[in-house]
């Protein structure tokens, strides 16, 4: 989490105003997400995360203020203990801008949120299918930079056993293979590559190896 932008409050400020924030609130919510995203046991889905998905969400020229709004809050909690991390973040988001945010926007980002979460179906919303392929765009970098997201998922699962990760963990990447990866026009062609990085991710998985 070491190259954040500089003006990542101020864009989050700025969002917040844009949707009937007073500067107090935006200040007061940006010292408790920035708090909450920087805690400890967060390797991957930190700050440095969001600040990619805003950078991803910037490339493709759309300018959804609802999807930002998605990629500020969709990770607000996260503990890879607990099974309900995209509710919780549903919760606390709904809870920290109920004074200030309208209720149609509430919902639609809600609805984004949800997205996020793998177990539950795939939406066809065109808005849900951007905010997941943002999400996921982790698995088209570069082989080395998909390898440091290995590493600091498995550091984020440092209770669970090696055999007990790796059993789990490909489970979860070999569904990825089984539908296409990515389903909007600007991730379409990094499909390949996300590709390749999971079936050498498989391959280490199930020789036991560490990522």
């Not at 500089?6 to 007061?28: I, N, P, V």
């Not at 945010?101 to 639609?108: E, F, N, R, V």
């Not at 998909?146 to 440092?158: F, M, V």
Request: aromatic share 10%; with cysteine; proline share 4%.
């Amino acid at each position: 989490m070491n190259h954040l932008p500089s003006d990542l409050q101020t864009r989050f400020t700025a969002w917040c105003l844009h949707h009937g924030a007073s500067e107090a609130a935006a200040s007061d919510l940006w010292s408790q997400l920035s708090t909450l995203y920087s805690e400890a046991h967060r390797h991957y889905h930190h700050l440095g995360h969001i600040a990619s998905s805003l950078a991803e969400f910037d490339a493709t020229g759309s300018n959804n203020s609802l999807i930002e709004g998605a990629i500020w809050f969709h990770d607000v909690i996260y503990d890879p203990k607990r099974g309900d991390n995209e509710a919780a973040s549903i919760a606390w988001f709904l809870d920290a801008t109920s004074s200030w945010l309208d209720p149609q926007s509430a919902t639609a980002i809600t609805r984004l949120i949800d997205a996020t979460d793998f177990r539950l179906p795939l939406s066809d919303d065109p808005d849900s299918r951007l905010m997941v392929d943002i999400d996921v765009a982790i698995l088209s970098a570069s082989p080395e930079a998909y390898d440091d997201y290995c590493q600091a998922i498995r550091q984020e699962y440092a209770h669970v056993s090696d055999e007990a990760f790796r059993a789990g963990r490909a489970k979860v990447m070999a569904g990825f293979l089984e539908r296409p990866i990515y389903r909007t026009e600007w991730f379409i062609g990094r499909e390949e590559r996300a590709r390749e990085n999971i079936v050498r991710e498989l391959g280490r998985l199930r020789r036991g190896e560490s990522p």
